[in-house]
Each structure stands twice: as structure tokens, then as C-alpha cells.
């Protein structure tokens, strides 16, 4: 099994360490799905959960794992079989249904590891690597099976009635797919999981920092978008420790993102009503950036709202930042309308999300 997925990541075996993480990056950045054309990033996206499989299975089997558990780190994983080695599906009378039902079905066993083993609501990145890896390993195995079943209803039998639902799990498993990157992005940058804690924000020393938390993380988005004083003095990047000290008096609740005890990230959680709360001035560092931890932001604030009895959540972005809106829709955010202020420079896109998985489509 090691040596199958040596292969997927084009690398021999006896490859150290380092030499299995830079593979894993140029992977990653030359089968991105954004690289190619629209016909092909259904394949893209494929490739990806393949290689995303193979990094965790080699990390857990050559970094993390004990002897003992080197054997059965795949044992609640699918047979490794293609959709090409199961032809025999397609003699049948109705071989659209199936696929789909095939489809159906590891989609099924993946989300019930992914969701309840894996704790997707808000815990999953409190759990240790190992086990982490071991849940995740056996999860991306059912969702590229059915990732595949799924693809060949959408490629070869788009008359059917099953295409619709297809297409649409498809783009639910790519999206899940950027929760795998983010744990093999971790072990790249070897950062334990279980080192990034949140706690809350209450104390004059802690909002202090965190004022300067959110300067510096928001910095980077006035460079980009030409945001001053002038044009957007509301903007994150230049609030004030009384800004918000004021708005800690409020019914609004602060939270911290910690890593082996320095702060990383911010985050500000405000209840609207209805069942209905609001991300506020969720900050990282720069140099924190693409680690997880603003996703452990936003994981934490369901499982805040959860506890609270609340229903749904939701972000304001500035619309054109394209990257920003597909990295909340990766985490389950849909957008659900824009607004135009006179006050600000751009316009506002707001993104809400069910803090519950979608098990309608389970």
C-alpha cells in the first residue's frame, strides 16, 4: 500500500521526508483545478483528493505512526479499486443508477467518518494528529470512490436523472477536499494540530494585542484594495484599542487564536437575533496565513453558536476579493446577497452558512 501511494506522489521508495513535503507542494501547485479550463477540473479536482490521500497515508506511515499501527493504518479505508476496474457496472440495465448508487454509498461511509468520527463541527482540529490522520486517511478513501462513481454519471450520462445530484455532490466533495489540504498543509509546515488552541479574549492586555492583531492582518487588505483613513476609516486596519474596548461593552463575544501560547488570529462573534450570528474582524497574522487557523476560527464559532442554540452564521467580505469568498465557501458558506454603503469603497458580499453539516445530502 506504501508503495502505491509513493507512486501517486511520483517518489521512490527510501524517499526522506523533506524530499516527500517539496513533492507534495509542486503537486499541489501544478494540479491546482484554477490552472486548467473549466471542462477539466472535474479530473483536476479528482487528482487532487488523490494526492491529498497519498501525502496523509505516506506522513502517518514514514512520521507520525508507531510500528504497530503501520499495518492497520488503512483498515477502515475502502478496497483501493478504480472506477475503470469495475466495468462490470456498466452491463447492467440502468448503469447510470448504478454509479450513483455507488456514489451514494461511500459518499454516505465517508460523511459518517468525516462528520461524526472526525468531529467536522468545530472539533476537528482539537483531536490528536494521529488519530486525526488515521479518521482523515480513512474518510478521503470513501470520498474519492465516490468522487469517481459520481464523475462518470456527470462525463457519461448526462441524459440521466441522476446528473443533476452528481454534479452537485461533486462540488460538495471538492470543497471537503479543501479540509484534507489544510491537515496536509499542517504537516507540511509542521504545526501539531493539537498545539493551536482558542481561547476567549477578556482582559485590557489581551485586547490590546488583539488591537494590534487585527491592524497588522488587515493591512495587507487596504494594500491591496487602496483602502486609507480618507476613503475607509471604519476599516479593521485602523481600529483603535477604544474601538474596541467599546465594542467588547457590547453583547459581543472575543475570542483568541493561539499557537504554544503567542496569539495568532482574532475573532469577534455577535449575536443578531433569530438564531443568526455574525463573524466579525476575524484576523491572522501574515505570517500565520495558511495554516489553519482562521479555519479553527470559524470552526470554533459553530460550536460556540451550537452550544447557544443558534442556527446559522454569517460573514460580511469586501465582493471583490475573489480568494476570500472561495475560502469561506470551502468552509460551507453560501453567498447571500451584496450591499453597496455609502461609506465604504467597495461593495459588501455577505456569506452565511447552517452551522450544521448539510445532511440533507447525506
Same mark, same amino acid.
Given at each position: ?17 523533506? +524530499?516527500?513535503?517539496?513533492?507534495? %507542494? &509542486? ?6 483545478? +484554477? ?9 483536476? /479536482? ?25 499495518? /492497520? ?35 454516505? #461511509? ?38 469517481? =462513481? ?21 462540488? /460538495? ?18 504545526? %501539531? ?15 490590546? %494585542? ?5 491592524? &497588522? ?5 487596504? &494594500?491591496?484594495?487602496?483602502?486609507? #483613513? ?7 486596519? =485602523? ?14 463575544? =472575543? ?32 505570517? =500565520? ?29 469586501? /465582493? &471583490?476579493? #475573489? ?30 452558512? +447552517?452551522?450544521?453539516? +448539510?445532511?440533507? #445530502?447525506?
Amino acid at each position: 500500500m506504501l508503495t502505491h501511494y509513493l507512486k501517486e506522489l511520483n517518489l521512490e521508495p527510501g524517499s526522506s521526508l523533506e +524530499d516527500i513535503k517539496k513533492r507534495y %507542494r &509542486e503537486l499541489i501547485k501544478k494540479n491546482h483545478p +484554477d490552472l486548467f479550463p473549466s471542462n477539466e477540473r472535474q479530473k483536476q /479536482n479528482l487528482k487532487m483528493i488523490k494526492i491529498n490521500e497519498a501525502y496523509m497515508y505516506v506522513m502517518k506511515s514514514l512520521g507520525t505512526a508507531s510500528n504497530s499501527d503501520k499495518k /492497520n493504518v488503512h483498515a477502515d479505508a475502502p478496497d483501493d479499486y478504480s472506477i475503470d476496474e469495475s466495468r462490470s457496472l456498466a452491463k447492467l440495465k440502468d448503469p447510470a443508477y448504478t454509479y450513483y448508487k455507488q456514489g451514494i454509498e461511500n459518499y454516505v #461511509r465517508g460523511h459518517n467518518i468525516f462528520n461524526n468520527r472526525v468531529k467536522y463541527k468545530g472539533r476537528m482540529l482539537s483531536i490528536s494528529n494521529e488519530k486525526l490522520l488515521e479518521l482523515a486517511i480513512s474518510s478521503i478513501g470513501y470520498y474519492k470512490k465516490s468522487y469517481e =462513481f459520481f464523475l462518470k454519471v456527470a462525463t457519461d450520462h448526462e441524459d440521466s436523472m441522476w446528473f443533476e445530484d452528481s454534479k452537485v455532490r461533486l462540488e /460538495n466533495i471538492a470543497k471537503l477536499n479543501e479540509v484534507y489540504r489544510t491537515i496536509c498543509d499542517n504537516l507540511t509546515k509542521k504545526i %501539531r494540530m493539537e498545539e493551536i488552541t482558542i481561547e476567549e479574549i477578556t482582559t485590557q492586555e489581551e485586547l490590546k %494585542r488583539s488591537t494590534a492583531i487585527i491592524q &497588522e492582518s488587515f493591512r495587507t487588505v487596504a &494594500e491591496e484594495f487602496r483602502l486609507n #483613513r480618507t476613503n475607509c476609516p471604519a476599516h479593521p486596519s =485602523f481600529i483603535t484599542f477604544n474601538n474596541l474596548k467599546k465594542l467588547a461593552e457590547s453583547d459581543v463575544k =472575543f475570542f483568541g487564536c493561539f499557537v504554544d501560547g503567542l496569539q495568532a488570529g482574532f475573532m469577534a462573534l455577535e449575536k443578531a437575533g433569530g438564531g443568526l450570528y455574525y463573524i466579525e474582524k476575524l484576523a491572522v497574522l501574515p505570517e =500565520f496565513r495558511h495554516r489553519g487557523f482562521g479555519q479553527k476560527l470559524v470552526m470554533h464559532a459553530c460550536e460556540v453558536i451550537n452550544d447557544m442554540g443558534g442556527g446559522k452564521i454569517s460573514i460580511g467580505i469586501i /465582493n &471583490e476579493s #475573489r480568494k476570500l469568498k472561495e475560502w469561506y465557501a470551502g468552509l460551507g458558506f453560501c453567498e447571500k446577497n451584496k450591499k453597496k454603503y455609502d461609506h465604504l469603497p467597495f461593495t459588501v458580499c455577505f456569506m452565511e452558512r +447552517d452551522i450544521s453539516f +448539510d445532511e440533507r #445530502r447525506s
